[in-house]
Nanobody
Framework: QVQLVESGGGLVQAGGSLRLSCAAS????????MGWYRQAPGKQRELVAT???????NYADSVKGRFTISRDNAKNTVYLQMNSLKPEDTAVYYC?????????WGQGTQVTVSS
């Protein structure tokens, strides 16, 4: 079994910053890709950012230049630094990790950006 624990969400004013963390534990052999996704009310879940085990990153166009994804392999943790937050960034943010060919999801953390 693999467990993911997310933290760092909250309420912030537009222009502010938050840092999300997602720590994986359990039966972990080798984590391949790690990523963050988000789902706003009434919308489908969408990709925010991903990072491979070679540290290649990919970002949604809407967050490029504002968000930074990183990972600490020793801690099995992925981070999302979010700067210059906008009200349209309001959503539940989910982390996802891929071990071998299996994807695991976190429980989600709410990010609310007020205008």
């Amino acid at each position: 079994q693999v467990q993911l624990v997310e933290s760092g969400g909250g309420l912030v004013q537009a222009g502010g910053s938050l840092r999300l963390s997602c720590a994986a534990s359990g039966n972990i052999f080798r984590i391949n890709a790690m990523g963050w996704y988000r789902q706003a009310p009434g919308k489908q879940r969408e990709l925010v950012a991903t990072i491979t085990n070679g540290d290649s990153t990919n970002y949604a166009d809407s967050v490029k230049g504002r968000f930074t994804i990183s990972r600490d392999n020793a801690k099995n943790t992925v981070y999302l630094q979010m700067n210059s937050l906008k009200p349209e960034d309001t959503a539940v943010y989910y982390c996802k990790i891929v071990i071998m060919f299996t994807a695991y999801w976190g429980q989600g953390t709410q990010v609310t950006v007020s205008s």
